[in-house]
């Protein structure tokens, strides 16, 4: 069975720094494509950033060059590092297989001071 | 970016009638592979949202099938034949054709 769990999501001031881990089960993430995908309270689902199996990564204009995307293969995991942190990065962060058909459960990251 | 619009926003139904989302891309959906990539997802309130559909019309496993997707291009439509009471949430369109994939602003479905 497929499952992937989200942590490292807490309260963190504006500029800070957090990352969030993702460790998943059922399937190797270095061989699929997984992404991280955020949702702002109450509102609509964001596209954040994505590894491929390959290693080449993409983000989102909004977090280019504050967040980085990587895996480590040994724990089966993905993370996000997120640095200078905003009051707009409020949300709740989904890490997703590909093809969208498997999601974490959430982690919720409030920027706020 | 592509821009994905859903149509209505709010839609209040009757368990047991059926109900209709819209999703419009403002560009071709299409792949070089010749598929189109627009997924259907369903959220309930705290909950992570489950995909219902790939690929246009290709139904998940476990999902019930009063739930149908269809459209080509740039148009393409959620139906649910008849409503249940766990149908409620929001339902979002998503395209995985261009890089960044968007999804749309979400429709609201409610019981009335």
């Known amino acids: 069975e497929v499952q992937l769990v989200e942590s490292g999501g807490g309260l963190i001031q504006p500029g800070g720094s957090l990352r969030l881990s993702c460790a998943a089960s059922?399937?190797?993430?270095?061989?699929?494509?997984m992404s991280w995908i955020r949702q702002a309270p109450g509102k609509g689902l964001e596209w954040v950033s994505v590894?491929?199996?390959?290693?080449?990564?993409y983000y989102a204009d909004s977090v280019k060059g504050r967040f980085t995307i990587s895996r480590d293969i040994s724990k089966n995991t993905l993370y996000l590092q997120m640095n200078s942190l905003r009051a707009e990065d409020t949300a709740v962060y989904y890490c997703?297989?590909?093809?969208?058909?498997?999601w974490g459960q959430g982690t919720l990251v409030t920027v706020s001071s | 970016d592509v821009v994905m619009t859903q149509s209505p926003l709010s839609l209040p139904v009757t368990l047991g009638q059926p109900a209709s989302i819209s999703c419009r891309s403002s560009r071709s959906l299409v792949y070089s592979d010749g598929n189109t990539y627009l997924n259907w997802f369903h959220q309930r309130p705290g909950q992570s949202p489950r995909r219902l559909i790939y690929?246009?019309?290709d139904r998940d496993s476990g999902v019930p099938d009063r739930f149908s997707g269809s459209g080509s291009g740039t148009d393409f439509t959620l139906k649910i034949s008849r409503v249940e009471a766990e149908d409620v949430g929001v339902y979002y369109c998503m395209q995985g054709t261009h890089w960044p994939q968007t999804f749309g602003q979400g429709t609201k479905v409610e019981i009335k």
């Open positions: 997703v297989r590909d093809g969208y058909k498997e």
């Open positions: 059922g399937f190797t993430v270095s061989s699929n494509y």
């Open positions: 590894i491929y199996s390959g290693g080449g990564t």
């Open positions: 690929k246009v019309s």
